[in-house]
């Protein structure tokens, strides 16, 4: 063999690497834990600072905080599209399971506001309402976890696709499953996911139907409710009274797995809660969870992770926003 053929083989090889190197990083970027730290090194200390200062001032707000993470991932994954406004009424905001009840919107913009002016167009809202989220379980006794990075915000939201994508509180076992496998989401996840549902509050709209419609024959309530916890509820919630609301566990301050305990002495506050105890798997994890604090935590901090990796932008695809409400180019 020639040297010269030999030479440019190797040439040939070296760019080859370039080239696949390249289309790694473009196409198949991951998330990282350390994407801010040379970009925006005191981006994460900023977040968790102020999502502090939340907290101290209103501790309901850290269930506005998770919930909010998890409608943006579940709907176009965690791109941010949550936090979209539209002119014409048909964001993801203006969607049934989203208006009147997403909180948190206004203190997403706050930290938005503090990182624009420490790292002008760095931080993605998308990634804003992923810390935060982590921030807010974190202040209120859940569990730490390290949040992989470099979400980009998406360009589109629409409320027909929140409607489609988002699970309903009326959803039986084997709505949940296939909603949560359609993100790449396990039993598991779906279970310990719920587990969210151990802070914050409700409306009183998702559970009226338990309460006073469950079999379409007025006043007929769900005969697997907890028969003293729904007198309670009904003391709570009239059939007129849509907007009151209560609590989404005995200990909703706090984040721990009282939920699950709730949960297996028929306390579930929606459809969604309960028909976790309807499949043996689901009702071990229930128990597991119930039972083994850590096993909570530690799978509920690994789940997020993966809620928080659904369909993400990265790499050049869609933008960093410098307004969390809407998109760059208007
Ligand atoms: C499994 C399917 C789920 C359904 C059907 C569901 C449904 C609901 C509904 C109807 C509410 C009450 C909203 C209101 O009226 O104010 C709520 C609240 C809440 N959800 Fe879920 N959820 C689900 C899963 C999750 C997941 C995966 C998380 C997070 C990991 C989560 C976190 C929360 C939190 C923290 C609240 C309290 C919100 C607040 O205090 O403002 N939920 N959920
Ligand atoms: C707990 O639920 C009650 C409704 O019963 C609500 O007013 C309160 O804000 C909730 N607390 C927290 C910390 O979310
Ligand atoms: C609403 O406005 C958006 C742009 O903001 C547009 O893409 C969409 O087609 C409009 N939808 C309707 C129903 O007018
Ligand atoms: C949470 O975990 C992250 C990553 O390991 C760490 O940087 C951070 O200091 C932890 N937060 C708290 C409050 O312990
Ligand atoms: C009760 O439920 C049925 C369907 O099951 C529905 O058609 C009806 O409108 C509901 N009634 C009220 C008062 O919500
Ligand atoms: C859950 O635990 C209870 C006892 O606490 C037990 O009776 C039940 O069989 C367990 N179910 C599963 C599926 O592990
Ligand atoms: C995140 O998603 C990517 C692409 O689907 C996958 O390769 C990666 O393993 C996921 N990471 C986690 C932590 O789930
Ligand atoms: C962000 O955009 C919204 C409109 O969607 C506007 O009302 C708000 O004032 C803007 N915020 C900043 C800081 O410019």
Known sequence: MAPGFSVTR??????AV?????????????????FYSASCPQALALVKAKVDEFITADRGIAGGFLRLHF???????????????STNKTAEK???????????????????????????????????????ARDATVAIGGPNWSVPLGRRDGLVSSKDEALASLPSPSDNFGQLVRNFAGVGLSVQDLVVL?????????????????????????????????????NSLVLQCPQNKASNVI????????????????????RGVF?????????PFSLAIVNASAQTPSFFLLNFAAAMVRMGNISVLTGSAGEVRRNCSRTNNI
């Not at 965690?78 to 406004?85: A, E, N, Q, T, Y």
């Not at 409306?203 to 024959?217: D, E, I, K, S, W």
């Not at 459809?271 to 499949?279: F, I, K």
């Open 271 to 279: 459809t969604s809660d309960a028909t976790l105890l309807s499949n």
């Open 71 to 85: 409608h943006d991932c579940f709907v176009r994954g965690c791109d941010g599209s949550v936090l979209l406004d």
């Open 194 to 230: 719920t587990g969210g549902h151990t802070i914050g509050r409700s409306h009183c709209a998702p559970v009226l139907r338990r309460l006073y419609n469950f079999t379409g024959v007025f006043n007929s309530r769900d005969p697997s409710i907890d028969p003293t916890f729904a």
């Open 10 to 15: 190797r040439r040939w090889s070296l760019a």
């Open 94 to 132: 203006d969607s049934a399971p989203n208006l009147g009840s997403i909180r948190g919107l206004s203190q997403i913009d706050e930290v938005k506001a503090v990182l624009e002016a420490a790292c002008p167009g760095v931080v993605s809202c998308a990634d804003i309402i992923t810390l935060v």
């Open 18 to 34: 370039f080239l696949l190197l390249l289309f790694q990083a473009v196409c198949n970027a991951q998330l990282s834990e350390t």
């Open 247 to 266: 609590a989404m566990d005995t200990t909703n301050g706090t984040f721990d797995s009282v939920f699950f305990n709730d949960l297996l002495a028929n």
